[in-house]
């Protein structure tokens, strides 16, 4: 089972990026399914989580009210959408996929989640 990120570019202050999570081997509905950043020299930040199976969602203070996290289970994948976009953005961004099956729960410590993708590269800079 695998996932694997993409849509990280540059991108000015103020902008937006929309990241994409897409699963192989299994369905990504079935699962919670979160974001992380790693910027450098820094800790691991959970920054989002969608649960399975009713969609709801959650924020960490620091994204909440710019990152917005959705999934279209017709292509088996979650996004994350990024607006207001700011220089302390800027990080490697990894999806994963949650240990349990459709348990309407999701948080956002990373020892809660198995299957990380290799991370997209975020820059946000003018």
């Known amino acids: 089972w695998q996932v694997a990120e993409s849509g990280g570019g540059l991108v000015q202050p103020g902008g937006s990026l929309r990241l994409s999570c897409a699963a192989s081997g299994f369905f990504l509905d079935n699962y919670a399914i979160g974001w992380f950043r790693q910027a450098p020299g820094k800790e691991r930040e959970g920054l989002s989580c969608?649960?399975?199976?009713?969609?709801?969602?959650y924020y960490t203070d620091s994204v909440k009210g710019r990152f917005t996290v959705s999934r279209d289970n017709a292509k088996n994948t979650v996004y994350l959408q990024m607006n207001s976009l700011k220089p302390e953005d800027t990080a490697v961004y990894y999806c994963?996929?949650?240990?349990?099956?459709?348990?309407?729960?999701?948080?956002?410590?990373?020892?809660?989640?198995?299957?990380w993708g290799q991370g997209t590269q975020v820059t946000v800079s003018s």
């Open positions: 969608i649960q399975s199976p009713d969609d709801s969602a």
């Open positions: 994963a996929r949650g240990r349990n099956y459709r348990n309407f729960y999701c948080d956002l410590r990373a020892d809660e989640y198995v299957d």
